[in-house]
C-alpha cells in the first residue's frame, strides 16, 4: 500500500479520482512519492470508474519541490541513471488519457510545480506561490519544467521565472497563463471537483482522442498534427459513443446523449 501518494474516490464525486499527496510538512517529492505518483497516475488511466482527475496536495500545500536532503549527496553518474525516471514520475499526470485538473493551495515549487505542469488544467488559490527556484541550487528544472513551462507561458516568461528562480503569485500566474482560474483557499479542492465532474458522464473515448490529438499536435509541424488528427478523427467512428451520440443527436437534438465510454 502507498505511503503518501494515495488515489481516492467517493460517492459525493462520483467520476472523479483525487490523486492526493501526504508527506508532511511540505509533500517533498522524494523517490518514494516520485514512484507512488506515477503508479497513481498508472492506476487513475486503467480504471473505467473514474473519468477524471484532481491532483491535490491538501490544504496548504500542493508539493514545494524535490527532496533536497535526498539528492544532496548525488553525484552526476548516480544522476545520470535516474534523471529519466525523475522526469517520467513528475510528468505522469500528462499521461493519463482524462481530464486532469491540478488543485494548488500554498506552495507549488520546483517539482511540485512540474506535477501541476502535467495537468489539462490548474486551479489555484489567491494565496498560492509558484515557481521553479532550482537555480537557487545551483541546477535547473529536472521534471519536466524547462519544457511544459515554455509551451505553457512562452519561452520569454519561462525563461524569467528559471533564470531568477522567483516565486509567482496567483495573479500574476493568472495573467501569464501559468493557472486557468484563481479561487479563495478554501475552495481550491472543490472548484477542482466541479470542473473535474463534469465530465462523469461525457464520451470518455473521445476525450482521450481530443487529448492526445491536442499534446501529439504541439510537437510537430502543422501538416503532422493535421495528420494526427485526422487518424484519431476517424478512429472514433469504431466506437459505440459515437454512434450513440450521433444517433441521440438525430433524435433528440445536442447534450442528451447517454454514452458508454466505450
Request: charged letters at 25%; zero cysteines.
Amino acid at each position: 500500500m502507498a505511503e503518501f501518494v494515495t488515489l481516492e474516490t467517493s460517492e459525493e464525486h462520483p467520476g472523479v479520482g483525487t490523486i492526493l499527496l501526504n508527506r508532511p510538512p511540505m509533500n517533498a517529492l522524494n523517490r518514494q512519492v516520485q514512484s507512488e505518483l506515477a503508479a497513481a497516475a498508472d492506476e487513475a488511466t486503467l480504471r473505467d470508474d473514474i473519468k477524471a482527475v484532481v491532483i491535490y496536495g491538501g490544504p496548504k500545500v500542493l508539493a514545494a519541490g524535490a527532496d533536497i536532503k535526498e539528492m544532496n549527496d548525488l553525484t552526476y553518474a548516480e544522476m545520470s541513471k535516474i534523471a529519466g525516471r525523475l522526469q517520467d514520475a513528475l510528468g505522469s499526470i500528462s499521461e493519463i488519457p482524462k481530464p486532469t485538473v491540478a488543485a494548488i493551495t500554498g506552495y507549488a515549487l520546483g517539482g511540485g510545480l512540474e506535477v501541476a505542469l502535467g495537468a489539462d488544467r490548474r486551479i489555484a488559490g489567491d494565496n498560492a506561490k509558484l515557481g521553479v527556484p532550482e537555480v537557487l541550487l545551483g541546477v535547473i528544472p529536472g521534471g519536466g519544467g524547462t519544457q511544459r513551462l515554455a509551451r505553457l507561458v512562452g519561452p520569454a516568461k519561462a525563461k524569467d521565472m528559471i533564470f531568477t528562480g522567483r516565486f509567482v503569485g496567483a495573479g500574476e500566474a493568472l495573467a501569464i497563463g501559468l493557472v486557468d482560474e484563481v479561487v479563495a483557499p478554501d475552495e481550491v479542492y472543490n472548484a477542482a471537483l466541479k470542473w473535474a465532474g463534469q465530465f462523469r458522464n461525457a464520451a470518455s473515448v473521445a476525450i482521450a482522442a481530443g487529448k492526445k490529438a491536442v499534446d501529439q499536435g504541439l510537437g510537430v509541424d502543422l501538416a503532422t498534427g493535421l495528420k494526427i488528427e485526422e487518424q484519431l478523427f476517424a478512429a472514433l467512428f469504431a466506437t459505440e459513443d459515437r454512434a450513440i451520440g450521433m444517433k441521440s443527436f438525430v433524435e433528440n437534438g445536442p447534450g442528451k446523449a447517454k454514452f458508454l465510454g466505450k
